[in-house]
């Protein structure tokens, strides 16, 4: 059964990177996508970017260019870097992952437990 | 960016009642959509894959409809463990975007 396992810090300061790591079982990353998405708490999600079945990395325009997903494949991990964040980017990150669809994937079918991040001074 | 339109927002029902959730696309996604369920404190949980077709171990009572535009999440018969919060998502274009949300409450 496909696992996602999620870590990074909790607490930022405004202008620090936040840095999140997921850990893949069970699931090839050759032949799937992988995941961004967050949710501010009390809110709806949002879409930070992904990296597809084909290499392609792509991000949400919303981010202004701050974010970084990055695959790691001898150590069967995937990542995520949001540059000088500020308080707007609190929430809950969640690492997912989505078979294709086409040149581009699918809904995300498997998602990490989630991971808080507050940024504040 | 495509603009997702969920509706209602909120709604109380009761045990057994039948709930009917739309989503509707500022432009066509052709039925690239999936519809997922969250209770608090927990990853979204995906019911139902391109529009019509059921996630494994999803109860049958849940389904999923439409095209292009418009499309609709059903509950036939609802159970006490269906009171959540229920997002619809587009995966036709990037950015990926998700409908605002429907919170399902218990009458």
């Known amino acids: 059964q496909v696992q996602l396992q999620q870590w990074g810090a909790g607490l930022l300061k405004p202008s620090e990177t936040l840095s999140l790591t997921c850990d893949v079982s069970?699931?090839?990353?050759?032949?799937?996508?992988w995941t961004w998405i967050r949710q501010p708490q009390g809110k709806g999600l949002e879409w930070i970017g992904e990296?597809?079945?084909?290499?392609?990395?792509d991000y949400n325009p919303s981010l202004k260019r701050r974010a970084t997903i990055s695959i790691d494949r001898s150590r069967g991990q995937f990542s995520l870097k949001v540059r000088s964040v500020t308080a707007a980017d609190t929430g809950v990150y969640y690492c997912?992952?989505?078979?294709?669809?086409?040149?581009?994937?699918?809904?995300?079918?498997?998602w990490g437990q989630g991971t808080t991040v507050t940024v504040s001074s | 960016d495509i603009q997702m339109t969920q509706s209602p927002s909120s709604l109380s029902a009761s045990v057994g009642d039948r709930v009917i959730i739309t989503c509707r696309a500022s432009?066509?996604?052709?039925?690239?959509l999936g519809w997922y369920q969250q209770t608090p404190g927990k990853a979204p949980k995906r019911l139902i894959y391109?529009?019509?077709n059921l996630q494994g171990g999803v109860p049958s009572r849940f389904s999923g409809s439409g095209s292009g535009t418009e499309f609709t999440l059903t509950i036939s018969s609802l159970q006490p463990e269906d009171f959540a919060t229920y997002y619809c998502?587009?995966?036709?274009?990037?950015?990926?975007?998700f409908g605002g949300g429907t919170k399902v409450e218990i009458k």
């Open positions: 997912a992952s989505a078979t294709p669809n086409g040149l581009g994937c699918s809904s995300p079918d498997v």
């Open positions: 990296i597809s079945h084909t290499g392609r990395a």
């Open positions: 391109a529009s019509s």
């Open positions: 069970y699931r090839s990353f050759r032949d799937n996508c």
């Open positions: 432009q066509g996604v052709r039925n690239d």
């Open positions: 998502l587009q995966h036709n274009r990037n950015p990926l975007t």
